[in-house]
């Protein structure tokens, strides 16, 4: 039987990022980006998104590393 490989997903609050994008560096999946619409304190807020090849992992490295704690992760 084929292992199943960990799936999970994120959640960010677009009014507590600032805007740092160091969970867009540290995302093994890629599955981060910049928003293009501003949040009410002015900042482009990160963003998640995920393909059927670019599946998030659930690894948290991006919460991890959020000094705004914007970012919760659930394992599905
Ligand atoms: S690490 Fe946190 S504050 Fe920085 S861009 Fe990502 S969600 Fe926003
Ligand atoms: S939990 Fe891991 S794979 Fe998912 S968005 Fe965060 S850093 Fe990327």
Redesign the pocket.
């Known amino acids: 039987m084929a292992k199943k490989s960990a799936k999970g997903h994120i959640e960010?609050d677009r009014e507590l990022?600032?805007?740092?994008?160091?969970?867009?560096d540290v995302c093994p999946q890629k599955n981060?980006s910049k928003s293009s619409k501003l949040n009410q304190k002015g900042y482009y807020?990160?963003q998640f998104e995920q393909s059927e090849e670019n599946r998030c992992t659930g690894c948290a490295q991006?919460a991890t590393?959020?000094?705004?704690v914007?970012?919760e992760v659930y394992r599905d």
């Not at 990022?17 to 867009?24: A, H, R, S, V």
């Not at 590393?65 to 705004?68: A, E, G, H, R, Y």
């Open positions: 960010i990022c600032k805007g740092c994008y160091l969970c867009i981060i807020p990160a991006c590393i959020c000094p705004d914007a970012i």
